[in-house]
């Protein structure tokens, strides 16, 4: 059973382009969570999306941030005119549940950097 | 305000030596806590969760974990550690004040085993 699988696992974007980071969760798992890991600090919770929907996003930066879990495929976080502000890793996680108690597998990452 | 808290920014121990990483939590009603490792440039794994039941709770790589109401502590352990063990711990709490289980993460602690 393959685990969260995230990509790409590096990112290089010049600021105002737009980056798109892609997360499939584990089979069987419909739930996604996004978290941001910015240098020198820990995980900070973003956007927490089940199929097609987005369940709680008040983690996530008002402007310039979207993410989506379309019925088929992976789960895409948006950064549109990206800031040097912006470089961090950036976690997905995945559960198979939305209890409490479900544990969250986490991806790899994606290391975006904003040249 | 509800937060979980890792004193410790780095801990250094000697191999075969016990090992102790500290997390103290502040919530409200009862806490679902949990503790990953991060490898350098990985993502984070999980190694053992605290719901109910038992206080001392059993990993993966032989690490257990004691949760302590009266302390409000949920410290990991190992007997014996392992130069392998290096790496970057986290201990983490489920807060739903919105009824949704995003996980809010301690700073990180950084562990170094000494051969």
């Known amino acids: 059973n393959a685990g969260v699988m995230q990509n790409p696992r590096h990112l290089v974007r010049r600021r105002g382009q737009e980056a798109r980071l892609r997360c499939s969760p584990m089979k069987g798992h419909s739930h996604v969570y996004w978290y941001r890991q910015l240098p020198e600090e820990g995980l900070k919770f973003m956007v927490y999306l089940q199929k097609e929907n987005i369940i709680d996003e008040s983690g996530m930066p008002k402007e310039r941030f979207s993410a989506e879990f379309p019925k088929e495929g992976p789960s895409i976080l948006r950064i549109q005119q990206v800031v040097r502000g912006d470089s961090a890793a950036y976690f997905c996680?995945?559960?198979?549940?939305?209890?409490?108690?479900?544990?969250?597998?986490f991806g790899p990452g994606t290391r975006l950097t904003v040249l | 305000a509800q937060s979980v808290a890792q004193p410790e920014d780095q801990v250094n121990v000697a191999e075969g030596n016990p090992l102790t990483v500290k997390c103290t939590y502040s919530v409200s009603g009862n806490p679902y806590l949990f503790w990953y490792v991060q490898y350098p440039n990985r993502g984070l794994q999980f190694l053992l969760k605290?719901?109910?039941?038992?206080?001392l709770v059993k990993g993966s790589y032989g690490f257990e974990a004691e949760f302590n109401k009266s302390q409000t502590s949920f410290h990991l352990k190992k007997p014996s550690a392992l130069v392998s063990d290096s790496a970057l711990y986290f201990c983490?709490?489920?807060?739903?004040?919105?009824?949704?289980?995003?996980?809010?993460f301690g700073k990180g602690t950084m562990l170094l085993v000494s051969p």
């Open positions: 996680a995945s559960s198979i549940g939305a209890g409490s108690s479900d544990t969250q597998y």
């Open positions: 605290y719901i109910t039941g038992d206080n």
């Open positions: 983490a709490v489920i807060l739903t004040p919105s009824g949704y289980s995003t996980l809010t």
